[in-house]
């Protein structure tokens, strides 16, 4: 992905002109990658890397994927239509985002109240 999109001076300009990209290397900084893994897994019920984090400035994630091509395929959809897409939404449909953004919280607020080795009980589902 890296030779693939992050050098592309299309993708180049269309990161550029929507965000503020950061890249994490999760073998220096595991604790973050560890974090936002759990965030991953949570909203796409998988993890794997690249990982790619969109957040606000105040650092709450609204979307989370894995490998992103530039083009879609392997019925993913690709960077030239995601950012787009994200930045429109992120203008014109704010209530989207925070919605996102919520149930993002919630779901990882949920997941720091189980204790390691003990089985939650069936107050922990939710129906």
Known sequence: ME???????EIAKLLND??????????ERPDIDSTYMTV????TGQG????????TPEKKPFFAGTYIPKEPRF???????????ISGMWKHEP??????IESI???????????????????????
């Open 48 to 55: 794997g890397w690249p990982l790619t984090i969109i957040m």
């Open 3 to 9: 030779h693939e999109s992050f050098e592309d001076p």
């Open 18 to 27: 929507s965000f503020i990209s950061i890249k994490v290397d999760r073998e």
């Open 95 to 100: 209530e989207k985002v925070k919605k996102a």
């Open 105 to 127: 919280q919630d779901g990882f607020d949920r997941s720091l109240d189980f204790e390691a080795g003990i089985f939650p009980g069936l107050e922990a589902v939710d129906y």
């Open 75 to 85: 019925q993913r959809i690709g960077l030239k239509q995601l950012i787009p897409g």
């Open 40 to 43: 991953c897994q949570m909203v």
